[in-house]
């Protein structure tokens, strides 16, 4: 019961109001830090959905060890993060954000947004971007990511058909 009130409290908070959310934006460090600690669970998340589609060796399939160098840097990101969220809602929320559930509440709501667009045609090619960029370290695999959500916000704006998360991304270069 004690979560759910949590969760009635997070979801009421994180809602910002029109106003605050036209005006304000989060910059491509505070993107990657919230890029950061929800890629544990994203990578576990598309292990799941993808797993029969891909061979036994796949990182993320087997995810064990990628997983945990991103579950480290997810705890180490976690402050910047909380201060983005903080940023984009209401500053009331940060007392909040300091309860442990928060953190697995937050991922838990945000994780099946982003991997229930995965068509099960794309877990090949999720699978080798993955292997490909596995060998960086988790801080420049979440630039990459932000940086690829920044192009395809711009293409977006420039009228090109291109399906891309509505982010409040800074558009100042940061």
């Given amino acids: 019961m004690k979560r759910l009130g949590l969760i009635v409290a997070l979801v009421a908070?994180?809602?910002?109001?029109?106003?605050?959310?036209?005006?304000?934006?989060?910059?491509?460090?505070?993107?990657?830090?919230?890029?950061?600690?929800?890629?544990?669970?994203?990578l576990r998340e598309t292990g799941r959905v993808c797993g029969a589609r891909l061979p036994a060796n796949s990182l993320i399939r087997g995810g064990g060890s990628l997983i945990s160098k991103y579950e480290s840097a997810a705890d180490q990101a976690w402050p910047?993060?909380?201060?983005?969220?903080?940023?984009?809602?209401?500053?009331?929320?940060?007392?909040?954000?300091?309860?442990?559930?928060?953190?697995?509440?937050?991922?838990?709501?945000?994780?099946?947004?982003?991997?229930?667009?995965?068509?099960?045609?794309?877990?090949?090619?999720?699978?080798?971007?993955?292997?490909?960029?596995?060998?960086?370290?988790?801080?420049?695999?979440?630039?990459?990511?932000?940086?690829a959500l920044q192009y395809l916000k711009t293409e977006k704006a420039r009228g090109r058909q291109v399906a891309v998360p509505d982010l409040p991304l800074c558009t100042n270069g940061n």
């Avoid at 989060?26 to 890629?39: G, H, N, Q, R």
């Fill in 80 to 147: 910047a993060a909380r201060a983005a969220i903080v940023k984009l809602s209401d500053p009331a929320i940060d007392t909040l954000l300091q309860s442990d559930y928060a953190r697995p509440l937050l991922t838990s709501l945000l994780v099946p947004f982003i991997v229930g667009r995965i068509g099960l045609e794309d877990c090949g090619t999720i699978d080798r971007l993955v292997t490909q960029l596995a060998p960086l370290p988790p801080r420049n695999m979440a630039g990459v990511v932000v940086t």
């Fill in 13 to 42: 908070l994180a809602a910002p109001e029109v106003a605050t959310a036209q005006q304000a934006c989060i910059t491509a460090p505070e993107a990657e830090a919230m890029t950061l600690v929800a890629m544990p669970d994203i």
